[in-house]
């Protein structure tokens, strides 16, 4: 078959990596001059590239770690010590290991006592979601926890992630992030280890494309698929649409190409956008049924450290944003030519103020909260800044959020959907994106 996998995120590429195996050509489509979806790089100079959005993969990732290895990167994937903080009443406290929830004084050590033990007992619970699908995460902390614990540290975590969803969130997405991707063992529960690639993510995209090439396919960045017809007739947009945003009804059409099947990697509001073929309405109102917050990430460039930590979770909710991620403080410095970078983590809802600010309005605005963190912190320390938006980056999981997900088949032999919505009860990242693409290409061949 000759089949279009539109977006050239980790899930497309994968998936077309797995349908070339299998025999088949792949066309490729990606809106973006680049590949890699989130996890993209950009050109921060001098010969460095970084994501447009922070990543590192957990000890658990095994499905992007076998991926490596299969495509002959075994060595690319290196381990290191990570680092972790909670941002309260005014100071940053170390959060990586038993002893610092001991040490957590801005919770009574009754309520950090109950948290440690209500954690244990979750990750020693077994793999079976269920019980969790049904109520929120904020009736489960406050049960299993405590109120102070929701109070101070999950509440304005979930909030500052979910807005206001956060009261309404499911417990199986909390679930998912402390029993399969955060469960430490071993010598982790003394020092979480965090995997990073060698030389950026670029070595691995560069790997599928070439793959993917071999097999007598294309990958066409720069090149949004603008419709899909009736006889999987693919009609693609100009270069250079990526200005006009992620709608993909706004982009000048160049030109048309048929397939014998389809897989769309892209959010649910730009399949529907694209969609010119009739679908199941059960299909259609799952799409509309779930919604998503926008990343806004503001890139630092500094010309000192920010904090000690690679990763602070700001519980303050009157700091504008919900993360500092210093990936100089995973990542060495002097593999960046000695240069220091800083993320400034937010999600947001659709229409939301902030998400109409520049770089330099958007630094302005977190300048107060960025002091609150460091004191000393003045704008003379930023020597470079980077801004990026996702609209859907994150799906909210509310309750019952399991029953609403779309099945990966359409309903349309030879049409799949591979999206974020369908990780589930996993958080989205570049490892379950792996997942999917494989499970998105077995889906198109078993209804071929």
Request: aromatic share 10%; glycine share 10%.
């Amino acid at each position: 078959m000759r089949i279009a996998v539109i977006g050239a995120g980790v899930a497309g590429l994968t998936c077309a990596y797995r349908l070339t195996q299998a025999g088949h050509a792949c066309d490729v489509y990606e809106r973006w001059p680049g590949l890699g979806g989130m996890a993209a790089t950009l050109d921060v100079g001098h010969g460095h590239l970084l994501e447009r959005y922070y990543h590192h993969l957990f000890t658990s990732d095994r499905h992007i770690a076998e991926l490596y290895d299969e495509l002959g990167l075994p060595d690319e994937l290196e381990w290191l010590p990570s680092s972790v903080a909670f941002f309260l009443e005014g100071r940053s406290w170390p959060f990586t290991t038993p002893l610092h929830l001991l040490r957590f004084s801005p919770l009574s050590l009754r309520s950090r006592l109950r948290m440690g033990v209500a954690v244990l007992r979750l990750q020693r619970g077994g793999d079976d979601v269920a019980p969790f699908e049904r109520m929120t995460a904020r009736a489960w902390i406050r049960d299993a926890m405590g109120a102070e614990a929701y109070e101070k540290v999950w509440g304005p975590l979930l909030r500052g992630k979910f807005g206001d969803r956060a009261d309404d969130i499911s417990m199986a997405w909390l679930w998912g992030k402390l029993t399969m991707r955060r469960k430490l063992q071993g010598k982790e529960s003394r020092q979480e280890l965090l995997g990073y690639p060698r030389h950026s993510w670029e070595p691995l995209f560069g790997a599928l494309q070439e793959r993917i090439e071999a097999g007598g396919g294309r990958v066409l960045i720069d090149r949004p698929v603008k419709r899909l017809s009736a006889g999987f007739e693919i009609s693609y947009g100009a270069p250079g649409s990526f200005r006009s945003g992620h709608d993909p009804r706004a982009y000048e059409a160049a030109g048309s190409e048929r397939y014998d099947a389809v897989v769309a990697t892209v959010p649910n509001d730009v399949f529907r956008g694209l969609l010119d073929l009739e679908l199941a309405p059960g299909y259609l109102e799952r799409l509309d049924r779930i919604e998503y917050h926008t990343a806004l990430c503001l890139l630092l460039e500094l010309d000192r450290s920010f904090t000690p930590f690679y990763w602070t979770n700001i519980a303050d909710p009157e700091l504008p944003f919900v993360g500092v991620i210093e990936h100089t403080n995973l990542i060495a410095p002097e593999r960046y030519g000695g240069r220091r970078f800083l993320y400034v983590a937010n999600y947001l809802a659709p229409g939301h103020e902030l998400l109409s600010l520049d770089a330099d309005a958007l630094l302005e605005r977190y300048a107060p909260g960025l002091r609150r963190i460091n004191p000393g912190f003045d704008r003379a320390w930023v020597k470079e800044r980077w801004l990026h938006r996702e609209p859907a980056a994150q799906p909210i999981v509310t309750v019952g959020y399991g029953e609403r997900i779309p099945p990966l088949q359409t309903g349309v032999p030879g049409l799949v959907l591979a999206n974020t919505t369908q990780i589930y009860p996993e958080d989205r990242g570049t490892n379950y994106a792996v997942r999917l693409g494989t499970d998105a290409a077995g889906a198109l061949l078993s209804n071929a």
